[in-house]
């Protein structure tokens, strides 16, 4: 790997940038996306397709999307601000702010903290999207349902990504701010950094201009209708929309600790945001390693930050996140250390095969990062067989599996709307590491995970599947049940 810094210039390298995310966004056919590349000297935004085929308006800096997932780094950082408001530790148990919590492991219940449910470790079933309402309760009432969730690991062993340790922390902001979890994010975070168009509610989004979702369903791109936004999900990523400008004033309040404006205080004196003191290296101190990294080069190493994850280069360190929701992808990394930031919200259900492409691009053109040639790992037929199986999807009438034809291993995951499986073959990199080969999702690891040298989970992407070995599984075992 090589880290080298380009020697074009910035207006070069943003050019450069504008063509080849144009280019990736005809090739992947994206209905609309707005892409940003910071640079040390400014910020530079690339606007392509439209809102939506029916009602076409151009993308541009502006045009609301959903940022799924990227949301989660909204919510860990309102709660470093009321940290830093005295109003709570990110070491803090839950149960110290939540008194009646509960959740089917008692001794989970009774230990789990903050940090855990902001680094995904508390081993309980991690998608569960229950629908409580849009009254101001939502959150109330689906942390009191977390409690019949299941526990698929001993907190604080596998890493596993996981939305509804989320909806814990969104609802802790309440308790702790005396304020919806919405509104909370807005005053302490999105008010100060002078992101007005990131917003939690439809009512508010379409008064704007916004970006209708797309999803696969046979060959055919199809508009998400409804338009889904589920309250009681918000923290974890459901609901929250913003913008290419909004999320570059974010990324820069990441990277450089930029501040929108000093909020005035009551009063006749001026009082600093908790934004303005809080340590940001907070943020992205290691807390677990997590295998192989989600937004890394393939194969690479990776860990946990308080909602950031964290590649170290040898000269560059990346943050990354992203996000889905039904009809959106979205994805962004900065480089603190060389104030270096990519960002791109999509309308496309391959959102994220085009946003690779280009994220790699920017690494490589203006970090010098480049991922290294994947090594070739012989996996014997024997033992590939050994790794054929179910492997379960809590709370999904599904499960995935894995199977092997021809001397090859796949995963079998169910298909898009159209229904049937999807095969992913898989190439093996190191023993029980393995990247998808082609597709979409070309790049992405998969781990198999043992306990006692038997395969107890696959992980896949960020996810961690327990195994079910059905009696007589084999190699080719049908998959019928998918």
């Not at 400008?245 to 000093?262: K, Q, W």
Request: proline share 5%; hydrophobic share 40%.
């Amino acid at each position: 790997m090589t880290a080298i810094t380009t020697q074009r210039s910035s207006t070069e390298l943003a050019t450069a940038f504008a063509n080849e995310a144009r280019r990736l966004a005809e090739e992947f056919e994206i209905p609309g996306a707005s892409m940003a590349l910071m640079l040390p000297d400014g910020d530079h935004f690339v606007n392509v397709g439209v809102t939506s085929f029916d009602n076409p308006l151009d993308v541009d800096s502006d045009t609301i999307f959903q940022i799924g997932s990227n949301t989660k780094t909204l919510t860990s950082l309102t709660v470093s601000a009321l940290e830093e408001q005295g109003k709570l530790k990110v070491t803090d148990r839950v149960r110290d702010h939540l008194p009646d919590f509960k959740m089917k492991d008692e001794s989970v219940a009774d230990s789990l903290t903050l940090l855990d449910v902001l680094t995904h470790q508390g081993g309980f079933q991690g998608d569960v999207f229950t629908d409580t309402g849009a009254g101001d309760d939502a959150l109330a009432k689906m942390v009191e349902a977390m409690a019949e969730l299941p526990q698929v690991m001993p907190m604080r062993t596998h890493w596993s990504y996981s939305n509804s340790g989320f909806y814990i922390a969104g609802r802790v902001i309440e308790v702790a701010s005396g304020m919806t979890y919405e509104a909370a994010v807005t005053e302490l975070v999105l008010k100060p950094l002078g992101m007005d168009h990131t917003l939690f509610f439809a009512s508010e989004v379409m008064t704007y201009r916004f970006a209708t979702g797309y999803n696969n369903v046979g060959d055919e791109l199809v508009a998400q209708r409804p338009w889904l936004m589920t309250r009681s999900a918000g923290p974890a990523g459901s609901t929250c929309c913003s913008t290419a400008r909004d999320m570059v004033r974010y990324a820069r309040y990441v990277m450089s600790g930029t501040l929108a404006s000093i909020a005035e205080a009551d009063g006749e004196t001026n009082e600093q945001p908790p934004l303005a003191t809080l340590d940001r290296a907070r943020l992205w101190k290691p807390v677990r390693d997590i295998g192989a990294g989600i937004n890394s080069f393939p194969g690479k190493q990776a860990q946990m930050g308080q909602s950031w994850f964290i590649d170290q280069h040898p000269d560059a360190l990346i943050l990354s996140h992203g996000g889905s929701t039904l009809g959106h992808q979205s994805n962004m990394w900065l480089s603190p250390d060389r104030k270096v930031g990519f960002l791109s919200l999509t309308n496309a259900p391959n959102g994220h095969a085009m946003n690779r492409k280009l994220s790699d691009w920017v690494k490589r053109e203006v970090l010098g990062l480049s991922a290294p040639p994947l090594p070739e790992f012989s996996v014997s037929d024997e033992e590939l067989g050994r790794l054929v199986g179910y492997f379960i999807v809590n709370g999904q009438p599904y499960n995935l599996g894995t199977k092997l034809e021809n001397g090859q291993l796949f995963v079998v995951m169910p298909g898009s709307g159209a229904g049937g499986t999807t095969d992913l073959p898989l190439r093996f990199i190191a023993p029980d590491l393995a990247v998808v080969v082609g597709g979409d999702v070309d790049g992405t690891n998969v781990e198999f995970v043992r306990e006692d040298g038997e395969v107890a989970f696959m992980r896949l992407g960020a996810r961690l599947f327990p195994a079910e070995r059905p009696e007589g599984a084999s190699a080719g075992l049908p998959m019928e049940a998918l």
